[in-house]
Protein backbone atom coordinates (compact mmCIF):
# COMPACT_ATOMS: atom_id res chain seq x y z
CA UNK A 1 0.00 0.00 0.00
CA UNK A 2 2.77 2.22 0.91
CA UNK A 3 4.13 2.60 -2.61
CA UNK A 4 0.96 4.08 -3.81
CA UNK A 5 1.10 6.62 -1.29
CA UNK A 6 2.17 10.26 -1.95
CA UNK A 7 2.62 10.56 2.26
CA UNK A 8 0.15 11.79 5.08
CA UNK A 9 -1.40 14.60 5.59
CA UNK A 10 -2.64 16.89 8.94
CA UNK A 11 -5.00 19.82 8.78
CA UNK A 12 -4.57 22.41 11.39
CA UNK A 13 -6.46 25.19 12.00
CA UNK A 14 -3.95 27.83 12.70
CA UNK A 15 -0.73 28.38 11.45
CA UNK A 16 0.80 28.17 15.31
CA UNK A 17 -0.69 24.72 15.14
CA UNK A 18 1.22 24.03 12.12
CA UNK A 19 4.89 25.48 13.62
CA UNK A 20 4.27 23.12 16.41
CA UNK A 21 3.37 20.21 14.44
CA UNK A 22 6.48 21.33 11.97
CA UNK A 23 9.08 21.17 14.93
CA UNK A 24 7.83 18.32 16.66
CA UNK A 25 8.16 16.15 13.15
CA UNK A 26 11.83 17.82 13.24
CA UNK A 27 12.33 16.57 16.85
CA UNK A 28 11.14 13.18 15.40
CA UNK A 29 13.64 12.69 13.25
CA UNK A 30 11.16 13.35 9.75
CA UNK A 31 13.18 15.17 7.29
CA UNK A 32 10.89 14.79 3.92
CA UNK A 33 8.32 17.46 4.83
CA UNK A 34 5.83 19.86 3.14
CA UNK A 35 3.76 22.38 5.05
CA UNK A 36 1.14 24.44 3.31
CA UNK A 37 -0.65 27.83 4.49
CA UNK A 38 -2.77 30.45 2.39
CA UNK A 39 -0.53 32.64 2.97
CA UNK A 40 3.53 33.19 3.38
CA UNK A 41 4.86 32.22 6.89
CA UNK A 42 8.44 33.54 7.16
CA UNK A 43 9.41 31.36 10.04
CA UNK A 44 8.26 28.24 9.35
CA UNK A 45 10.25 28.60 6.31
CA UNK A 46 13.18 29.07 8.36
CA UNK A 47 12.03 26.59 10.35
CA UNK A 48 11.71 24.22 7.26
CA UNK A 49 15.50 24.93 5.72
CA UNK A 50 14.08 26.84 3.08
CA UNK A 51 16.98 29.39 1.55
CA UNK A 52 15.86 31.67 -1.47
CA UNK A 53 19.41 33.31 -1.76
CA UNK A 54 19.54 31.89 -5.72
CA UNK A 55 16.78 34.65 -6.10
CA UNK A 56 19.22 37.66 -5.96
CA UNK A 57 21.47 35.90 -7.39
CA UNK A 58 19.40 35.16 -10.59
CA UNK A 59 18.63 38.79 -10.97
CA UNK A 60 22.36 39.97 -11.02
CA UNK A 61 23.63 37.69 -13.40
CA UNK A 62 20.52 38.60 -15.66
CA UNK A 63 20.59 42.09 -14.91
CA UNK A 64 24.28 42.70 -15.58
CA UNK A 65 24.20 40.29 -18.79
CA UNK A 66 21.20 42.48 -20.31
CA UNK A 67 23.39 45.56 -19.20
CA UNK A 68 26.42 44.28 -20.65
CA UNK A 69 25.05 43.30 -24.10
CA UNK A 70 23.01 46.43 -24.70
CA UNK A 71 25.15 48.62 -24.06
CA UNK A 72 28.27 46.66 -26.32
CA UNK A 73 25.21 46.15 -28.65
CA UNK A 74 24.65 49.73 -28.90
CA UNK A 75 28.61 50.26 -29.16
CA UNK A 76 28.81 48.10 -32.05
CA UNK A 77 26.33 48.96 -34.06
CA UNK A 78 26.89 53.13 -33.76
CA UNK A 79 30.26 53.34 -33.45
CA UNK A 80 31.88 50.42 -35.62
CA UNK A 81 29.20 48.45 -37.76
CA UNK A 82 27.09 51.88 -38.86
CA UNK A 83 29.44 54.88 -37.46
CA UNK A 84 26.94 57.64 -38.31
CA UNK A 85 28.31 61.28 -38.40
CA UNK A 86 25.88 63.69 -36.53
CA UNK A 87 27.10 67.42 -36.43
CA UNK A 88 30.65 65.49 -35.07
CA UNK A 89 29.17 64.45 -32.20
CA UNK A 90 31.45 61.49 -31.24
CA UNK A 91 30.25 57.68 -32.44
CA UNK A 92 31.21 56.72 -29.06
CA UNK A 93 28.72 59.06 -27.02
CA UNK A 94 28.52 56.78 -24.03
CA UNK A 95 26.16 59.19 -22.04
CA UNK A 96 24.00 58.17 -24.45
CA UNK A 97 23.73 55.01 -24.50
CA UNK A 98 23.23 54.36 -20.62
CA UNK A 99 19.97 55.08 -20.22
CA UNK A 100 18.51 51.93 -22.41
CA UNK A 101 21.51 50.02 -20.96
CA UNK A 102 20.17 50.56 -17.73
CA UNK A 103 16.49 49.83 -18.94
CA UNK A 104 17.62 46.78 -20.35
CA UNK A 105 19.41 45.77 -17.40
CA UNK A 106 16.72 45.94 -15.42
CA UNK A 107 14.56 44.17 -18.19
CA UNK A 108 16.60 41.12 -18.01
CA UNK A 109 16.69 41.05 -14.05
CA UNK A 110 13.15 41.30 -13.88
CA UNK A 111 12.04 38.74 -16.44
CA UNK A 112 14.51 36.18 -15.31
CA UNK A 113 13.77 36.29 -11.94
CA UNK A 114 10.28 36.38 -12.60
CA UNK A 115 10.45 33.75 -14.80
CA UNK A 116 13.55 31.58 -13.30
CA UNK A 117 11.23 31.33 -9.87
CA UNK A 118 8.57 29.58 -11.81
CA UNK A 119 11.39 27.00 -13.33
CA UNK A 120 12.65 26.89 -9.65
CA UNK A 121 8.97 26.27 -8.71
CA UNK A 122 8.49 23.52 -11.34
CA UNK A 123 5.01 25.69 -12.01
CA UNK A 124 3.01 25.34 -13.90
CA UNK A 125 2.18 21.89 -13.47
CA UNK A 126 -2.10 20.51 -14.08
CA UNK A 127 -2.01 18.25 -11.52
CA UNK A 128 0.00 17.55 -7.94
CA UNK A 129 -0.87 14.32 -5.53
CA UNK A 130 -1.74 16.86 -2.73
CA UNK A 131 -4.73 18.46 -4.47
CA UNK A 132 -6.29 14.94 -4.26
CA UNK A 133 -6.53 15.67 -0.58
CA UNK A 134 -9.93 15.96 0.92
CA UNK A 135 -10.53 19.64 1.91
CA UNK A 136 -7.13 21.04 0.76
CA UNK A 137 -9.23 23.55 -1.19
CA UNK A 138 -9.00 25.41 2.22
CA UNK A 139 -5.14 25.57 1.91
CA UNK A 140 -5.55 28.54 0.04
CA UNK A 141 -8.31 30.49 2.19
CA UNK A 142 -8.00 29.62 5.96
CA UNK A 143 -6.26 26.51 6.69
CA UNK A 144 -2.76 24.79 7.17
CA UNK A 145 -1.81 21.40 6.51
CA UNK A 146 1.20 19.42 6.71
CA UNK A 147 2.63 16.39 4.92
CA UNK A 148 5.13 13.76 5.60
CA UNK A 149 6.14 12.69 2.75
CA UNK A 150 6.32 8.70 1.46
CA UNK A 151 9.87 8.76 0.78
CA UNK A 152 10.98 9.72 4.05
CA UNK A 153 13.51 7.43 5.76
CA UNK A 154 11.63 7.11 8.40
CA UNK A 155 8.32 6.70 6.94
CA UNK A 156 6.13 3.88 8.79
CA UNK A 157 1.78 4.42 8.29
CA UNK A 158 1.31 3.74 11.40
CA UNK A 159 3.83 5.73 13.27
CA UNK A 160 3.20 8.69 11.63
CA UNK A 161 -0.33 8.70 11.66
CA UNK A 162 0.40 7.90 15.82
CA UNK A 163 2.51 10.87 15.70
CA UNK A 164 -0.48 12.98 14.17
CA UNK A 165 -2.35 11.99 16.26
CA UNK A 166 -1.07 13.09 19.24
CA UNK A 167 -0.88 16.35 17.78
CA UNK A 168 -5.16 16.68 17.79
CA UNK A 169 -5.48 18.18 14.32
CA UNK A 170 -8.57 18.79 12.28
CA UNK A 171 -8.04 15.64 10.41
CA UNK A 172 -4.91 13.29 9.19
CA UNK A 173 -5.11 11.74 5.92
CA UNK A 174 -3.42 9.42 3.36
CA UNK A 175 -2.61 10.95 0.39
CA UNK A 176 -2.84 8.89 -2.94
CA UNK A 177 0.29 9.27 -5.15
CA UNK A 178 -0.13 10.24 -8.71
CA UNK A 179 0.86 7.56 -11.45
CA UNK B 1 -18.37 26.37 9.44
CA UNK B 2 -16.38 29.64 8.23
CA UNK B 3 -13.77 30.49 10.75
CA UNK B 4 -12.47 34.18 10.68
CA UNK B 5 -9.82 34.02 8.17
CA UNK B 6 -12.54 32.14 5.64
CA UNK B 7 -14.52 34.82 6.33
CA UNK B 8 -11.83 37.52 5.87
CA UNK B 9 -11.40 37.59 1.91
CA UNK B 10 -14.80 35.67 0.88
CA UNK B 11 -15.87 39.31 0.05
CA UNK B 12 -12.68 39.74 -2.08
CA UNK B 13 -13.19 36.44 -3.64
CA UNK B 14 -16.70 36.87 -3.64
CA UNK B 15 -16.96 39.49 -6.58
CA UNK B 16 -15.12 37.79 -9.41
CA UNK B 17 -17.20 34.77 -8.56
CA UNK B 18 -20.23 35.76 -8.86
CA UNK B 19 -22.40 35.05 -11.79
CA UNK B 20 -24.28 38.30 -12.18
CA UNK B 21 -22.73 41.83 -11.99
CA UNK B 22 -25.74 44.14 -12.14
CA UNK B 23 -26.55 46.73 -15.24
CA UNK B 24 -24.44 49.56 -14.07
CA UNK B 25 -21.24 47.08 -14.88
CA UNK B 26 -22.97 46.64 -17.99
CA UNK B 27 -23.93 49.80 -18.95
CA UNK B 28 -20.42 51.09 -18.24
CA UNK B 29 -19.07 48.38 -20.51
CA UNK B 30 -20.91 49.18 -23.14
CA UNK B 31 -19.70 52.59 -23.14
CA UNK B 32 -16.12 52.04 -22.78
CA UNK B 33 -16.53 49.84 -25.45
CA UNK B 34 -17.91 51.91 -27.54
CA UNK B 35 -15.33 54.08 -27.23
CA UNK B 36 -12.71 51.29 -27.91
CA UNK B 37 -14.63 51.16 -30.96
CA UNK B 38 -13.99 54.89 -32.01
CA UNK B 39 -10.27 54.04 -30.72
CA UNK B 40 -9.70 51.25 -33.68
CA UNK B 41 -12.06 53.70 -36.01
CA UNK B 42 -9.40 56.48 -35.57
CA UNK B 43 -6.17 54.61 -35.56
CA UNK B 44 -7.60 52.94 -38.81
CA UNK B 45 -8.32 56.30 -40.34
CA UNK B 46 -4.70 57.24 -39.61
CA UNK B 47 -2.89 54.35 -40.31
CA UNK B 48 -4.74 54.62 -44.02
CA UNK B 49 -5.22 58.19 -44.36
CA UNK B 50 -1.90 59.29 -42.23
CA UNK B 51 -0.76 61.81 -39.90
CA UNK B 52 -2.33 64.60 -41.51
CA UNK B 53 -5.89 63.80 -40.33
CA UNK B 54 -4.15 65.05 -36.94
CA UNK B 55 -3.97 69.22 -36.12
CA UNK B 56 -0.31 68.69 -36.08
CA UNK B 57 2.06 70.90 -38.91
CA UNK B 58 5.24 73.13 -38.28
CA UNK B 59 6.22 73.97 -36.02
CA UNK B 60 3.60 71.71 -34.21
CA UNK B 61 4.92 68.36 -35.10
CA UNK B 62 4.01 67.30 -31.53
CA UNK B 63 0.48 67.71 -31.06
CA UNK B 64 -2.14 65.58 -29.26
CA UNK B 65 -0.27 62.29 -29.95
CA UNK B 66 2.33 63.45 -27.67
CA UNK B 67 0.50 64.94 -24.71
CA UNK B 68 -1.63 62.26 -24.48
CA UNK B 69 1.54 59.89 -24.75
CA UNK B 70 3.03 61.91 -21.80
CA UNK B 71 -0.53 61.77 -19.68
CA UNK B 72 -0.47 57.98 -20.20
CA UNK B 73 2.93 57.36 -19.33
CA UNK B 74 3.16 60.12 -16.47
CA UNK B 75 -0.42 57.56 -14.70
CA UNK B 76 1.65 54.48 -15.46
CA UNK B 77 5.06 55.83 -13.64
CA UNK B 78 3.29 57.59 -10.73
CA UNK B 79 0.99 54.33 -10.13
CA UNK B 80 3.74 51.77 -10.54
CA UNK B 81 6.45 53.96 -8.25
CA UNK B 82 3.41 54.41 -5.48
CA UNK B 83 3.06 50.70 -5.52
CA UNK B 84 6.92 49.86 -5.87
CA UNK B 85 7.27 51.79 -2.62
CA UNK B 86 4.56 50.29 -0.49
CA UNK B 87 6.40 46.84 -1.03
CA UNK B 88 9.56 48.30 -0.56
CA UNK B 89 8.04 49.57 3.21
CA UNK B 90 6.40 47.09 3.52
CA UNK B 91 3.66 49.42 4.50
CA UNK B 92 0.05 48.46 5.31
CA UNK B 93 -1.49 50.96 2.75
CA UNK B 94 0.25 47.86 0.01
CA UNK B 95 -2.64 45.30 1.11
CA UNK B 96 -5.40 47.60 -0.05
CA UNK B 97 -4.02 49.29 -2.99
CA UNK B 98 -1.06 47.35 -4.34
CA UNK B 99 -3.06 45.05 -6.83
CA UNK B 100 -5.12 47.95 -8.61
CA UNK B 101 -2.41 50.18 -8.54
CA UNK B 102 -0.41 48.22 -10.53
CA UNK B 103 -3.23 47.34 -12.56
CA UNK B 104 -3.40 50.96 -13.31
CA UNK B 105 0.20 51.26 -14.28
CA UNK B 106 -0.44 48.08 -16.46
CA UNK B 107 -3.78 49.67 -18.53
CA UNK B 108 -1.95 52.97 -18.65
CA UNK B 109 0.77 52.06 -20.24
CA UNK B 110 -0.74 50.24 -22.85
CA UNK B 111 -2.93 53.15 -23.55
CA UNK B 112 0.38 55.33 -23.88
CA UNK B 113 2.18 52.99 -26.37
CA UNK B 114 0.18 53.56 -28.81
CA UNK B 115 0.42 57.33 -29.40
CA UNK B 116 3.89 57.07 -30.67
CA UNK B 117 3.74 53.83 -32.28
CA UNK B 118 0.98 56.06 -34.77
CA UNK B 119 3.07 59.02 -33.98
CA UNK B 120 5.74 57.57 -36.59
CA UNK B 121 2.99 57.80 -39.73
CA UNK B 122 4.18 54.28 -40.22
CA UNK B 123 3.23 52.08 -37.53
CA UNK B 124 3.71 49.24 -39.30
CA UNK B 125 7.03 50.20 -39.89
CA UNK B 126 7.19 50.32 -36.13
CA UNK B 127 9.42 47.28 -36.03
CA UNK B 128 12.54 49.40 -36.99
CA UNK B 129 13.08 50.88 -33.03
CA UNK B 130 14.40 47.28 -32.56
CA UNK B 131 17.97 46.58 -33.75
CA UNK B 132 17.34 43.65 -35.70
CA UNK B 133 19.69 42.81 -38.88
CA UNK B 134 18.11 44.12 -41.40
CA UNK B 135 18.72 43.30 -45.32
CA UNK B 136 19.82 47.16 -45.50
CA UNK B 137 22.03 46.86 -42.96
CA UNK B 138 21.32 49.83 -41.26
CA UNK B 139 21.02 50.08 -37.47
CA UNK B 140 19.15 52.36 -35.05
CA UNK B 141 20.36 55.70 -33.38
CA UNK B 142 21.37 55.26 -30.37
CA UNK B 143 21.94 58.40 -29.48
CA UNK B 144 18.58 59.47 -29.76
CA UNK B 145 15.88 59.02 -27.17
CA UNK B 146 13.45 57.81 -29.16
CA UNK B 147 15.09 54.63 -29.18
CA UNK B 148 15.39 54.94 -25.57
CA UNK B 149 11.72 55.28 -25.18
CA UNK B 150 11.18 51.89 -27.44
CA UNK B 151 13.25 50.21 -24.72
CA UNK B 152 11.37 51.63 -21.68
CA UNK B 153 8.06 51.14 -23.11
CA UNK B 154 8.61 47.94 -23.75
CA UNK B 155 10.34 46.73 -20.46
CA UNK B 156 7.80 48.66 -18.74
CA UNK B 157 5.19 46.46 -19.91
CA UNK B 158 6.84 43.18 -19.51
CA UNK B 159 7.98 43.74 -15.72
CA UNK B 160 4.81 45.22 -14.78
CA UNK B 161 2.69 42.87 -16.52
CA UNK B 162 4.86 39.90 -15.10
CA UNK B 163 5.22 41.18 -12.06
CA UNK B 164 1.45 41.89 -12.01
CA UNK B 165 0.50 38.61 -12.77
CA UNK B 166 3.50 36.71 -10.28
CA UNK B 167 1.45 38.25 -7.54
CA UNK B 168 -1.89 37.54 -8.86
CA UNK B 169 -0.47 33.16 -8.92
CA UNK B 170 -1.75 32.72 -5.18
CA UNK B 171 -5.08 34.91 -5.24
CA UNK B 172 -5.85 32.78 -8.90
CA UNK B 173 -5.59 29.77 -6.75
CA UNK B 174 -8.12 30.62 -3.89
CA UNK B 175 -10.87 31.53 -6.63
CA UNK B 176 -9.89 28.33 -8.53
CA UNK B 177 -10.79 26.34 -4.71
CA UNK B 178 -13.71 28.79 -3.96
CA UNK B 179 -15.52 28.53 -7.67
CA UNK B 180 -18.52 25.71 -7.89
CA UNK B 181 -18.84 25.71 -11.83
CA UNK B 182 -16.49 23.56 -13.33
CA UNK B 183 -15.56 26.02 -16.54
CA UNK B 184 -14.67 28.59 -13.78
CA UNK B 185 -12.58 26.00 -11.65
CA UNK B 186 -10.85 25.10 -15.07
CA UNK B 187 -10.12 28.67 -16.41
CA UNK B 188 -8.48 29.71 -12.63
CA UNK B 189 -6.95 26.56 -12.45
CA UNK B 190 -5.14 27.12 -15.94
CA UNK B 191 -4.21 30.84 -14.60
CA UNK B 192 -2.98 30.04 -11.25
CA UNK B 193 -0.62 27.27 -12.76
CA UNK B 194 -0.47 24.72 -10.41
CA UNK B 195 -0.39 26.62 -7.00
CA UNK B 196 -0.45 24.17 -3.89
CA UNK B 197 0.33 27.24 -1.24
CA UNK B 198 3.21 25.27 0.03
CA UNK B 199 4.98 26.93 2.74
CA UNK B 200 8.52 26.51 0.26
CA UNK B 201 6.85 28.18 -2.79
CA UNK B 202 5.38 31.42 -0.56
CA UNK B 203 9.24 31.78 0.32
CA UNK B 204 10.54 32.24 -2.99
CA UNK B 205 7.50 34.02 -3.75
CA UNK B 206 7.79 36.56 -1.62
CA UNK B 207 11.56 37.07 -2.26
CA UNK B 208 11.29 36.79 -5.93
CA UNK B 209 8.17 39.75 -5.87
CA UNK B 210 10.09 41.81 -3.20
CA UNK B 211 12.99 41.60 -5.49
CA UNK B 212 11.22 43.15 -8.81
CA UNK B 213 9.40 45.41 -6.94
CA UNK B 214 12.79 47.12 -6.04
CA UNK B 215 13.43 47.06 -9.39
CA UNK B 216 10.45 48.50 -10.74
CA UNK B 217 11.74 51.81 -8.66
CA UNK B 218 14.88 52.46 -10.74
CA UNK B 219 13.32 51.74 -13.96
CA UNK B 220 10.35 54.41 -13.24
CA UNK B 221 12.42 57.19 -12.21
CA UNK B 222 15.04 56.31 -15.57
CA UNK B 223 11.61 55.81 -17.51
CA UNK B 224 10.07 59.26 -16.77
CA UNK B 225 13.27 61.17 -17.43
CA UNK B 226 13.66 59.11 -20.73
CA UNK B 227 10.18 61.08 -21.45
CA UNK B 228 11.55 64.76 -20.34
CA UNK B 229 14.88 64.02 -22.40
CA UNK B 230 12.60 63.91 -25.42
CA UNK B 231 11.74 67.18 -24.49
CA UNK B 232 15.27 68.41 -23.20
CA UNK B 233 17.41 67.40 -25.51
CA UNK B 234 15.84 69.65 -28.56
CA UNK B 235 16.93 73.26 -29.25
CA UNK B 236 13.28 74.63 -28.29
CA UNK B 237 13.77 77.18 -25.86
CA UNK B 238 11.62 76.44 -22.36
CA UNK B 239 12.14 72.81 -23.29
CA UNK B 240 15.60 72.79 -23.48
CA UNK B 241 15.99 72.80 -19.73
CA UNK B 242 17.91 70.37 -17.26
CA UNK B 243 14.96 70.57 -14.89
CA UNK B 244 12.43 69.14 -16.98
CA UNK B 245 13.26 65.40 -15.65
CA UNK B 246 12.10 66.64 -12.13
CA UNK B 247 9.12 68.31 -13.60
CA UNK B 248 7.85 65.34 -15.25
CA UNK B 249 8.57 62.61 -12.50
CA UNK B 250 7.80 64.57 -9.68
CA UNK B 251 3.97 65.36 -11.80
CA UNK B 252 3.82 62.34 -12.75
CA UNK B 253 3.82 60.86 -9.62
CA UNK B 254 0.79 63.44 -8.62
CA UNK B 255 -0.59 62.22 -11.36
CA UNK B 256 -0.27 58.31 -10.74
CA UNK B 257 -1.06 58.75 -7.29
CA UNK B 258 -4.19 60.73 -7.85
CA UNK B 259 -5.48 57.80 -9.86
CA UNK B 260 -5.09 55.64 -8.12
CA UNK B 261 -6.92 57.32 -4.77
CA UNK B 262 -9.59 57.98 -7.63
CA UNK B 263 -10.17 54.10 -8.36
CA UNK B 264 -9.58 53.28 -4.61
CA UNK B 265 -12.73 55.57 -3.85
CA UNK B 266 -14.49 54.12 -6.81
CA UNK B 267 -13.74 50.59 -6.04
CA UNK B 268 -14.30 50.77 -2.36
CA UNK B 269 -17.68 52.79 -3.27
CA UNK B 270 -19.25 50.46 -5.77
CA UNK B 271 -18.00 47.03 -4.71
CA UNK B 272 -18.23 47.97 -0.72
CA UNK B 273 -14.59 47.08 0.00
CA UNK B 274 -14.61 48.88 3.11
CA UNK B 275 -13.01 46.72 5.34
CA UNK B 276 -9.94 45.89 2.96
CA UNK B 277 -9.76 49.76 1.64
CA UNK B 278 -10.32 51.25 5.03
CA UNK B 279 -10.82 54.86 6.32
CA UNK B 280 -7.37 54.77 7.46
CA UNK B 281 -6.23 53.98 3.77
CA UNK B 282 -7.99 56.52 2.17
CA UNK B 283 -6.97 58.89 4.18
CA UNK B 284 -3.43 58.13 4.57
CA UNK B 285 -3.70 58.20 0.66
CA UNK B 286 -5.41 61.80 0.45
CA UNK B 287 -2.86 62.70 2.55
CA UNK B 288 -0.22 61.68 -0.18
CA UNK B 289 -2.27 63.27 -2.96
CA UNK B 290 -2.17 66.53 -1.26
CA UNK B 291 1.48 66.43 -0.54
CA UNK B 292 2.08 65.49 -4.31
CA UNK B 293 0.12 68.55 -5.24
CA UNK B 294 2.58 70.72 -3.14
CA UNK B 295 5.18 69.27 -4.45
CA UNK B 296 4.09 70.42 -8.08
CA UNK B 297 2.75 73.68 -6.97
CA UNK B 298 7.14 73.89 -5.55
CA UNK B 299 8.08 73.02 -8.86
CA UNK B 300 5.77 75.62 -10.82
CA UNK B 301 7.54 77.95 -8.38
CA UNK B 302 10.66 76.45 -9.81
CA UNK B 303 9.93 76.71 -13.43
CA UNK B 304 9.78 80.83 -12.87
CA UNK B 305 12.50 80.86 -10.82
CA UNK B 306 14.10 79.12 -13.33
CA UNK B 307 13.20 81.24 -16.24
CA UNK B 308 14.40 84.21 -14.32
CA UNK B 309 17.83 82.99 -13.99
CA UNK B 310 18.08 81.67 -17.73
CA UNK B 311 17.41 85.07 -19.04
CA UNK B 312 17.40 85.98 -23.10
CA UNK B 313 15.69 83.41 -25.16
CA UNK B 314 14.46 80.84 -23.02
CA UNK B 315 12.93 83.12 -20.30
CA UNK B 316 10.98 85.20 -22.81
CA UNK B 317 9.41 81.48 -24.16
CA UNK B 318 8.73 80.79 -20.68
CA UNK B 319 7.13 83.85 -20.13
CA UNK B 320 4.91 83.71 -23.29
CA UNK B 321 3.54 80.18 -23.07
CA UNK B 322 2.63 81.61 -19.11
CA UNK B 323 0.90 85.16 -20.91
CA UNK B 324 0.25 84.19 -24.54
CA UNK B 325 -2.55 82.75 -26.56
CA UNK B 326 -1.89 79.38 -24.65
CA UNK B 327 -2.06 80.78 -21.48
CA UNK B 328 -4.98 79.39 -20.12
CA UNK B 329 -3.51 75.97 -20.34
CA UNK B 330 -0.87 76.50 -18.19
CA UNK B 331 -3.17 78.74 -15.53
CA UNK B 332 -5.51 75.63 -16.31
CA UNK B 333 -3.03 72.99 -14.90
CA UNK B 334 -1.76 75.08 -11.66
CA UNK B 335 -5.59 75.58 -10.56
CA UNK B 336 -6.47 71.91 -11.12
CA UNK B 337 -3.32 70.11 -10.14
CA UNK B 338 -2.18 72.59 -7.49
CA UNK B 339 -5.09 74.75 -6.04
CA UNK B 340 -8.29 72.27 -5.79
CA UNK B 341 -5.94 69.42 -4.21
CA UNK B 342 -5.94 71.93 -1.42
CA UNK B 343 -9.07 70.99 -0.48
CA UNK B 344 -7.86 67.26 1.21
CA UNK B 345 -6.26 69.28 4.38
CA UNK B 346 -9.86 68.77 5.17
CA UNK B 347 -9.96 65.53 6.83
CA UNK B 348 -13.94 65.36 5.75
CA UNK B 349 -12.50 66.11 2.32
CA UNK B 350 -9.90 63.61 2.42
CA UNK B 351 -12.62 60.81 3.72
CA UNK B 352 -15.46 61.71 1.58
CA UNK B 353 -16.20 59.70 -1.80
CA UNK B 354 -17.10 62.63 -4.05
CA UNK B 355 -14.20 64.24 -2.26
CA UNK B 356 -11.58 61.79 -3.53
CA UNK B 357 -13.13 61.67 -7.70
CA UNK B 358 -13.42 65.16 -7.44
CA UNK B 359 -9.78 65.70 -6.45
CA UNK B 360 -8.24 62.35 -8.36
CA UNK B 361 -10.36 63.55 -11.26
CA UNK B 362 -8.91 67.22 -10.81
CA UNK B 363 -5.39 66.31 -10.85
CA UNK B 364 -5.38 64.20 -13.41
CA UNK B 365 -7.34 66.83 -15.45
CA UNK B 366 -4.58 69.38 -14.45
CA UNK B 367 -1.88 67.14 -15.68
CA UNK B 368 -3.16 67.10 -18.71
CA UNK B 369 -3.44 70.60 -19.01
CA UNK B 370 0.29 70.63 -17.78
CA UNK B 371 1.74 68.49 -20.42
CA UNK B 372 -0.88 70.37 -23.10
CA UNK B 373 0.88 73.62 -22.18
CA UNK B 374 4.79 72.34 -22.36
CA UNK B 375 4.02 70.69 -25.59
CA UNK B 376 2.13 73.22 -27.64
CA UNK B 377 2.42 76.05 -25.24
CA UNK B 378 6.16 75.61 -25.99
CA UNK B 379 6.50 75.75 -29.54
CA UNK B 380 5.13 79.39 -29.48
CA UNK B 381 9.01 80.89 -29.62
CA UNK B 382 11.22 79.43 -31.39
CA UNK B 383 15.04 80.26 -32.08
CA UNK B 384 13.53 80.31 -35.94
CA UNK B 385 10.37 82.78 -36.94
CA UNK B 386 6.84 81.71 -36.39
CA UNK B 387 4.92 80.50 -39.30
CA UNK B 388 2.15 82.20 -37.50
CA UNK B 389 0.48 79.29 -37.63
CA UNK B 390 -1.58 77.92 -34.14
CA UNK B 391 -2.70 73.97 -33.37
CA UNK B 392 -6.16 72.70 -32.36
CA UNK B 393 -6.60 68.89 -32.45
CA UNK B 394 -8.92 68.03 -34.89
CA UNK B 395 -11.76 65.40 -34.54
CA UNK B 396 -9.73 62.47 -35.07
CA UNK B 397 -7.00 63.57 -32.45
CA UNK B 398 -9.85 64.05 -29.79
CA UNK B 399 -11.66 60.61 -31.03
CA UNK B 400 -8.18 59.07 -30.08
CA UNK B 401 -7.74 60.48 -27.22
CA UNK B 402 -11.30 59.34 -25.97
CA UNK B 403 -10.76 56.00 -26.92
CA UNK B 404 -7.61 55.56 -25.04
CA UNK B 405 -9.46 56.46 -22.12
CA UNK B 406 -12.11 54.32 -22.87
CA UNK B 407 -9.76 51.29 -23.28
CA UNK B 408 -8.43 52.29 -19.73
CA UNK B 409 -11.90 52.24 -18.21
CA UNK B 410 -12.76 48.69 -20.07
CA UNK B 411 -9.63 47.13 -18.92
CA UNK B 412 -10.44 48.32 -15.35
CA UNK B 413 -14.05 47.49 -15.71
CA UNK B 414 -12.79 43.63 -16.63
CA UNK B 415 -10.37 43.55 -14.17
CA UNK B 416 -12.96 44.45 -11.45
CA UNK B 417 -15.14 41.70 -12.69
CA UNK B 418 -12.46 39.15 -13.35
CA UNK B 419 -9.71 39.31 -10.92
CA UNK B 420 -9.36 40.09 -6.90
CA UNK B 421 -9.07 44.68 -6.77
CA UNK B 422 -7.62 43.87 -3.29
CA UNK B 423 -4.74 40.95 -2.68
CA UNK B 424 -6.23 38.35 -0.56
CA UNK B 425 -3.35 36.58 0.74
CA UNK B 426 -1.49 39.81 2.29
CA UNK B 427 -4.60 40.43 3.76
CA UNK B 428 -5.13 37.22 5.32
CA UNK B 429 -1.47 37.97 6.45
CA UNK B 430 -1.77 41.19 7.91
CA UNK B 431 -4.84 40.16 9.85
CA UNK B 432 -2.96 37.55 11.24
CA UNK B 433 -0.55 39.43 12.38
CA UNK B 434 -2.59 41.83 14.08
CA UNK B 435 -4.12 39.21 15.94
CA UNK B 436 -1.06 37.52 17.17
CA UNK B 437 1.00 40.50 17.87
Same mark, same amino acid.
Given at each position: ??????????????????????????????????????????????????????????????????????????????????????????????????????????????????????????????????????????????????????????????????????????????????? | ???????????????????????????????????????????????????????????? #?????????????????????????? #????????????????????????????????????????????????????????????????????????????????????????????????????????????????????????????? #??????????????????????????????????????????????????????????????????????????????????????????????????????????????????????????????????????????????????????????????????????????????????????????????????????????????????????????????????
Amino acid at each position: MTQHSYGIMAEFKTPEALMEAVRAAKRAGYTRLDAFSPFPLSDLAKELGVRTSVIPWIALVAGLTGGVIQYASQYWMNAIDYPLNVGGRPLHSWPAFIPASLIVAILWAGAATLIGLLLILRLPRLHHPVFATPGFARASEDRFFLCILQDDPLYDDAAVHAFFGALSPLAVQEVPACD | MSSDAHAATSRVADVPLSPHFGWVWWLALLASGGLVALLGYTLISVTIIGVGVWGVNIPY #VWGFDLINYAWWIGIANGASLFAAIL #VLRRHDLRTAVNRFAEGVALFAVICAGIFPIFHLGRPWLFYWTFPYPATFEVWPQFRSTLTWDFWAISTHVIVTSLLWYVGLIPDLATLRDRARRKVVQQVYGVLALGWRGSVRHWAYHQRAYRL #VAILVLPLILIMQSTVAFEFAVTLVPDWHETRQPLHFVATGLAQGLSIVLLVAVLLRWSLRLGRYIDEGDIDLLGKLVLTSALVSGYLYIDEIAAALLSGGLAQEATFTRMTGQYAGLYWTAIVYSVLIPQLFWFRVARLSTVGGVFVGFSIGVGIWFDRFSIIVGGLQTDYLPSVGRTYSPTLPETGLFLGTVGLFVALLLLFVRFLPVVSMFETRHDEHEEKSS
